[in-house]
């Protein structure tokens, strides 16, 4: 089993930054060498793509919206991906998850293992 929680969510103007962070627990993620990908789930909308990356931080994919914005990266020895987020802008707001799989697409059905979620708010 994989246990994931995400933090560092918040209000923030845009043109600001946010860095979050999805931290991982049980033996599971490091035996099987999990990739992580980040979701965003706006308020009536479903759970869209932002950005994954593989086991070893060697393959990283951008969803358009966000390439040259937002950087992902990972530390195996703590066991946490961090979203680096900056130029944010209002469409950015909502729901961010974490989800773990083993093979990393961008159709979140595909994912077995969740965080709880952070808010991200960003003003105009």
């Known amino acids: 089993q994989v246990q994931l929680g995400e933090s560092g969510g918040g209000l923030v103007q845009a043109g600001g930054s946010l860095r979050l962070s999805c931290a991982a627990s049980g033996r599971s993620f490091s035996d099987y060498h999990y990739g992580v990908a980040w979701f965003r789930q706006a308020p009536g909308k479903e759970r869209e793509f932002v950005v994954s990356i593989s086991w070893l931080g060697s393959n990283t994919y951008y969803a358009d919206s966000v390439k040259g914005r937002f950087i992902i990266s990972r530390d195996n020895a703590k066991n946490t991906v961090y979203l680096q987020m900056n130029s944010l802008k209002p469409e950015n707001t909502g729901v961010y998850y974490c989800?773990?799989?083993?093979?990393?697409?961008?159709?979140?059905?595909?994912?077995?293992?969740w965080g709880q979620g952070t808010q991200v708010t960003v003003s105009s």
């Open positions: 989800a773990a799989s083993r093979i990393l697409t961008m159709k979140p059905e595909q994912y077995s293992y």
